[in-house]
């Protein structure tokens, strides 16, 4: 079911940005793509979607390629607390009930 | 505004018995999904409900899994009889109704059920 492709593991300097790559080669037009990151024991939190254009919000930016097969999602400032698994997810528009969990990458940010 | 809230934390049951999990989602919120993630597997979904209603429940791994939502609001997931593959983390998320349905709603997820089954 996994649609999408992540490294495992990254690490990544306190104060520095964090851009978390993401593949999803084989997305149609009609699906979003989601980020959501999980800390240690809570639950899956939202951070950013976005469809064909770039998005900001105050926690992140998301990056999608033109051709929309891959993208990006960029920390501006990392933290200590930003430690955490990142999920990218693809979610069809109309057919919306799933959101598809990859493996996610384990962001180590380093003091 | 409370978030999405899973009850007990934790349940540590023996094999053959019986367990509960109960999620209070959002308030307003029509959808409720139940995922979970088993033991070095990635999170999965289980089904979904629109109010009262299931939407979706192709994820329910067999009939040893019950979920109900009466009356649209908190929601219910009961394993009857737990088996010890059951061990893991179930999480609830809501989101609203997003109208249109285009799938361009937040999920909020709640922080989950660790459940052992020895």
């Known amino acids: 079911d996994a649609k999408t492709t992540q490294p495992p593991s990254m690490d990544c300097a306190e104060g520095r940005a964090a851009n978390l790559p993401c593949n999803h080669s084989t997305i149609s037009g009609n699906e979003y793509v989601y980020w959501y990151r999980q800390i240690h024991s809570q639950g899956p939190q939202y951070i950013i979607h976005?469809?064909?254009n770039n998005e900001t919000n105050e926690m992140a930016s998301l990056i999608i390629t033109e051709d929309r097969k891959s993208s990006t999602l960029i920390l501006p400032h990392a933290t200590l607390r930003d430690t955490a698994v990142y999920y990218c997810?693809?979610?069809?528009?109309?057919?919306?009930?799933?959101?598809?969990f990859g493996s996610g990458t384990k962001l180590n940010v380093k003091p | 505004e409370a978030g999405v809230t899973q009850f007990p934390s934790h349940s540590v049951i023996e094999k053959g018995q019986t367990v509960t999990l109960r999620c209070d989602p959002i308030?307003?919120?029509?959808?409720l999904y139940w995922y979970r993630r088993v033991m070095g597997k990635e999170i999965k979904f289980l089904l979904h409900?629109?109010?009262?209603?299931?939407?979706?429940e192709s994820g329910m791994p067999n009939n040893r899994f019950l979920a109900e939502r009466t009356g649209g609001t908190y929601s219910t997931l009961k394993v009857q009889p737990a088996e010890l593959e059951d061990s893991g983390v179930y999480f609830c998320a809501s989101s609203q109704e997003a109208g249109q349905g285009v799938g361009n709603e937040k999920l909020f997820f709640g922080s989950g059920t660790q459940l052992s089954v020895l």
């Open positions: 997810i693809v979610r069809e528009r109309y057919n919306f009930n799933k959101f598809y």
């Open positions: 308030s307003g919120h029509d959808n």
């Open positions: 976005g469809l064909k």
């Open positions: 409900f629109v109010k009262e209603s299931k939407q979706d």
